[in-house]
């Protein structure tokens, strides 16, 4: 026994805090694990589950990269600072409003961070991506959700959000939502920031944005102050590796970065390939072309339905997803089974080259009845 401030404990065992609300995010499996456990080699697989580029990073990425191995002995204090300045000339902000971040997670994080105290209720889509609950609840936050509903073809609108809306402090939409594909106009978002509180922030994931054909919601961010937009490098720039993202913030608190940054947490090699993607045209092009082409054949061919989507994939209704994805499989195409997402007869095929897309739709339309 030992005493602490002059009062008798017993000893315990070791053991973390209550976790028992917080689910685990459990990805899809990478290329070469599926590729072990069929005992195939990976070249013979077409991985369309986790959503990433199937053009690969771009060529001005992979020559920053290889130009900044020399230096990842340093800290990436200038790649970041020079990332931010090249983002906030894109979107036409101030350098401050610019929060790069180590992915669009940690985008997430320093939101959750900035705005929440223990016991703060936020509003998550449901289905929706899993890491808004398990952000809310690292930082202390309950979770509340708001239906995106089949019946209703995924709609998103500001009404669907106002109905189940009751002050929460954080709100989150995804457009184009993972993993359905709709969107939500500007409209519609411009309502749904006039419509909560003014002490609300309305986070607006846009993770999907290169491939939909609305306009951003950073407009918003001029008019409101309880509007943030998140984006990433993992998606169109095909730097999901690397995990690179950023948020971008009214200038009202934009200062708040300082206080809630993780220092040095974008590394300086992903700091460099973002910054050079972002100058590649051409690559960035291809791959939202190629997206959005893949996307219309699969729509178009497969025999199953499938619904409209912004994003690079599509949404597929079939009986069983478990069984549907493990037979696609052992076909060699691999598609995630949204039975994690609440949605157990859909599954979500990601836009691959020309060639994957025309392969998917051939084994899938093989192996769904």
Known sequence: MREIKGRPTHPQNMDTRDLSAHDPYVPGRGLEEVARELGVPAADLTKLSSNENPYGPSPKAIEA??????????YPKAS?????????EEWDLAPAQVWVSPGADGALDYLARSMLDPGDRTLVPDPGFAYYRMSARYHHGAVGTYP????EDFAQSADRVLDAYDGER????????????????????RELAAGVDDTTLVVVDEAYGEYAEQESARALISEFDNVAVTRTFSKAYG???LRIGYSLVPEAWADAYARVNTPFAANDVACRAARAALNDDDHIERSIDGARWAREHMRAELDART?????????????DASVTAEAAKREGVI??????FGLPDCVRVSCGTREEAREAVRVLNSVVD
């Open 239 to 241: 730097l999901a590796g």
């Open 148 to 151: 995106v509903r089949k019946r």
């Open 65 to 74: 990269i290889e130009a900044g191995a020399t230096a990842v002995h340093r």
């Open 307 to 319: 619904w409209e989507s912004g994003g690079n994939f599509v949404l597929c209704e079939v009986d």
């Open 170 to 189: 954080m709100v989150y939409v995804t457009s184009p939502h993972n993993p359905t594909g709709s969107e939500m106009t500007l409209d519609g978002m």
């Open 80 to 88: 970041h600072t020079d990332l931010t300045a090249a983002l906030a």
């Open 335 to 340: 598609v995630r089974d949204c039975g994690s």
